[in-house]
Every structure is written in structure tokens, then in C-alpha cells.
């Protein structure tokens, strides 16, 4: 098997429904459905491991809900804490609230003990436009925290570029690029 091969087969064989013109297609780490199998999270917890300077890092943060069978792993393997941002409030002492704007929708986010100056690392589903992670970053810089790295597992559309443009002091890494082809995914 190549390299994130078993990533790279269900991206392919991922069903593709229609939201008006948009094709969007379904996959497990992106939608919790369908079922996730195991090697392919294996994939992409190998993809976050070789990129991943972990001497850089004291904190791993995934965002809800999707978030949550990424960090938690990784956690794990790595000996290193994590934090959720959660889409609701828990009033804790100096919890943040920040907007999030996708481009299609706008909600609330909520960040939880993150300390000034540790160092971390966000790892994140997917990135469309950028809007999410740019408000969580942001978040993070408010609270006194440093943004050392952020990985998503797929990135599709220009988010992170504008991401990568806007912060240049971060490390930005996708595990596989994405792109849609009518009801096709295209990998790469």
C-alpha cells in the first residue's frame, strides 16, 4: 500500500450529494458518516505525526465535533494534553467566546484553558474557506496563546491559503488535497 492510501481510496469512493449547484462529498472524518475505519484513521494519524514538529508543542486543540477523533488519539500517542473548542458555553474563568464565519453560515465558538504563551498545535477536519480556523486562531492569540502549527486533514477550495497568507508565522500542513469534478472526488 502506498503512502495514505487507505485515506486516499475513501476520499475517492466517498458518496457525493448535491446542495443546490455544490457538489459536497461525505466522508467519515469530515461528517462522522459513514463509518470511520481504522486504517484509515491510522492514515491520518500518521499524516499529523511526520508533519508535526512535537518538540514545538504543548497543547493540541481540535474543534467539535469533528475535531474530537483526531485530537484524542493523537493525544494519546503523543503524551501531549488537548482541549476542545466547544460549541457551546461552560462560563469557566477565562473562557473565550469568538464568532465563527464560514462563508455559509456564522455560529459561536467557545475556548477553554489555553494558557499564555504554550505553544500550540490544532489539527482540524477540513478547510474551505478558512473561516473557522482563522476564528479560532484568533481566539487563541487573544487568550496569550501561540499558534505553533495547524494541520487539517483535507483541504480543499483557497482556505488555506488565506490562512497561510494571513498568519506566516504559523506552520500550516494538509494531510490530502481535494477537489471536486462534478459528483467526482479528485485527489491532489
Same mark, same amino acid.
Not at 44 to 56: A, F, R
Given at each position: ?38 486504517? /484509515? %484513521? ?9 508533519? !508535526?514538529?512535537?518538540?514545538? #508543542?504543548?497543547? *493540541?486543540?481540535? @474543534? ?55 505553544? /500550540? %498545535? ?9 473561516? !473557522?480556523?482563522?476564528?479560532? #486562531?484568533?481566539? *487563541?492569540?487573544? @487568550? ?45
Amino acid at each position: 500500500m502506498g503512502l495514505y492510501e487507505s485515506l486516499h481510496e475513501s476520499i475517492k469512493k466517498s458518496p457525493v450529494i448535491w446542495k443546490g449547484d455544490y457538489p459536497y462529498f461525505i466522508h467519515a472524518i469530515t461528517d462522522g458518516v459513514p463509518r470511520l475505519e481504522p486504517e /484509515v %484513521l491510522e492514515d491520518v494519524l500518521s499524516g499529523v505525526n511526520e508533519v !508535526t514538529d512535537w518538540d514545538e #508543542i504543548d497543547l *493540541i486543540i481540535g @474543534i467539535e465535533a469533528m475535531g474530537l477523533p483526531l485530537v484524542a488519539p493523537t493525544a494519546l500517542r503523543m503524551k501531549k494534553p488537548m482541549v476542545v473548542v466547544r460549541k457551546r458555553p461552560y462560563g469557566l474563568e477565562g473562557e473565550l467566546e469568538i464568532i465563527q464565519n464560514t462563508g455559509y453560515s456564522e455560529s459561536k465558538l467557545f475556548i477553554n484553558d489555553v494558557n499564555i504563551n504554550e505553544k /500550540v %498545535l490544532i489539527i482540524d477536519d477540513v478547510v474551505s474557506t478558512g473561516g !473557522t480556523l482563522d476564528s479560532v #486562531i484568533q481566539g *487563541i492569540h487573544e @487568550i496569550g496563546g501561540v499558534v505553533s502549527q495547524v494541520v487539517v486533514v483535507v483541504e480543499k477550495n483557497e482556505g488555506m491559503n488565506f490562512l497561510k497568507n494571513k498568519y506566516p508565522e504559523v506552520k500550516f500542513d494538509s494531510i490530502v488535497k481535494v477537489s471536486m469534478d462534478h459528483d467526482k472526488v479528485i485527489i491532489g
